[in-house]
Nanobody, 127 residues
Framework: QVQLVESGGGLVQTGGSLRLSCAAS????????MGWFRQAPGKEREFVAA????????YYADSVKGRFTISRDNAKNTGNLQMNSLKPEDTAVYYC????????????????????WGQGTQVTVSS
């Protein structure tokens, strides 16, 4: 069982930056692929980025590639999403998610692959 708590959301102007964090409760956080998803009002939840539990593999949605960076610190049971050059279309509730795996380079990008979810943190980018 993993409990996830996101933080770091807020209001920022176009072109600004935010850093989201995800704190995990699991004693074996190192066995979980971590992902970030987002959901805007009236839209389906969509994949943003994922990182394998070893940190060796990452995967990004095309819409954020080159602007967002996912990272993790297994010693601290935390994951981060650095978001730069933010756009109004990045406005959404951002969710951290975890997927258990024995494969240290595995990254997955569909909601069905993740069994554990945080409550979300709001990110609003003003134009």
């Amino acid at each position: 069982q993993v409990q996830l708590v996101e933080s770091g959301g807020g209001l920022v102007q176009t072109g600004g930056s935010l850093r989201l964090s995800c704190a995990a409760s699991a004693r074996t956080f190192t066995m979980y692929t971590m992902g970030w998803f987002r959901q805007a009002p009236g839209k389906e939840r969509e994949f943003v980025a994922a990182i394998s539990w070893s940190g060796l593999s990452t995967y990004y949605a095309d819409s954020v590639k080159g602007r967002f960076t996912i990272s993790r610190d297994n010693a601290k049971n935390t994951g981060n999403l650095q978001m730069n050059s933010l756009k109004p279309e990045d406005t959404a509730v951002y969710y951290c998610a975890a997927s258990f795996t024995f494969q240290h380079t595995r990254v997955v990008h569909t909601t069905g692959d993740y069994a554990y979810w945080g409550q979300g943190t709001q990110v609003t980018v003003s134009s």
